[in-house]
């Protein structure tokens, strides 16, 4: 019995002395002074008797107030002595209106942090701390935001032409021009040999049809129909029947119907 009396006095006091044991609470907020959009680590440090509690049973809440948090926050825990110290590290930054600076220099207060500890037994014990505040500084001077108006402003036309884009029109138009006469140098000689050939064509076979269609007509037709082919001929190389066209039209003997179908028909394959 004297055992079992020892041992609950025992265990209240430990409970007791956890319990009254003090929870502390630190907060800081680096650099104090900032401008818009700059990082701030935000950090809140709880100090507790290792012996009362668990490590995970302490829990940090830290409101970042009108700053945002620009990463994931971070908690670390370890033991220093007799003491557990849990940190709760925050990347913040002001990125709205409310904490934004309007005339001058904004003194932005972060709400108190609270630490809440379950103790055994003797359920969860709170603890706040002290809030702490920064100072976002406008990046522009007041006195130099209203000196003069901002240059996109006064921009509402399009600059005068300086005249250097006058110079250049005279060059490049000759250089258009000279490309140009080169195009047509070479289409023309692209397209020239190939017309030739095609004009000597028609031309042989005109003077074809005329001397087969001479050999029902008057001796002089069939002499001028001949000579039309010796020159046709000649102009195509094909010399045998360019002189035996030749030798037709000039000869004293009349041509007959039948020597001027033959040539006519030597000249078609002359020219095929």
């Excluded at 209240?12 to 959009?37: E, F, M, N, S, T």
């Excluded at 110290?85 to 003194?107: I, K, N």
Aim: charged share 20%; glycine share 8%.
């Amino acid at each position: 019995m004297r055992f079992l009396v020892l041992g609950i006095v025992a265990g209240w006091l430990a409970v007791g002395g956890a319990h009254a044991a003090p929870i502390r609470v630190q907060a800081d907020a680096q650099p104090a002074k900032v401008g818009v959009g700059d990082p701030i680590r935000y950090a809140v440090v709880a100090r507790v008797p290792a012996s009362a509690v668990d490590a995970s049973s302490v829990r940090i809440f830290a409101d970042a107030g009108a700053l945002v948090e620009t990463a994931p926050a971070r908690t670390t825990r370890r033991v220093e002595g007799s003491t557990l110290v849990v940190t709760l590290v925050q990347q913040v930054a002001c990125l709205d209106l409310p904490c934004a600076p309007a005339g001058g220099a904004h003194r932005v207060r972060l709400p108190a942090p609270r630490v809440a500890v379950e103790l055994t037994g003797r359920g969860t014990v709170t603890s706040r701390g002290e809030p702490v505040a920064v100072v976002v500084e406008p990046r522009v001077a007041g006195v130099d935001v209203g000196a003069a108006t901002p240059p996109y402003r006064q921009q509402t036309a399009l600059p005068a032409a300086d005249g250097r884009g006058g110079r250049l029109v005279a060059p490049l138009t000759i250089v258009a021009a000279v490309f140009a006469l080169v195009a047509l140098l070479l289409a023309v000689v692209v397209v020239w040999p190939r017309s030739r050939p095609r004009a000597h064509e028609a031309e042989l076979a005109r003077a074809v049809r005329l001397l087969r269609e001479s050999a029902g007509r008057p001796v002089p037709d069939r002499r001028r129909a001949a000579d039309l082919v010796s020159r046709v001929t000649g102009s195509v190389g094909a010399r045998s029947v360019a002189d035996d066209a030749a030798e037709l039209a000039w000869s004293e003997r009349s041509p007959k119907p039948e020597g001027t179908v033959a040539l006519a028909e030597r000249a078609r394959e002359a020219g095929s």
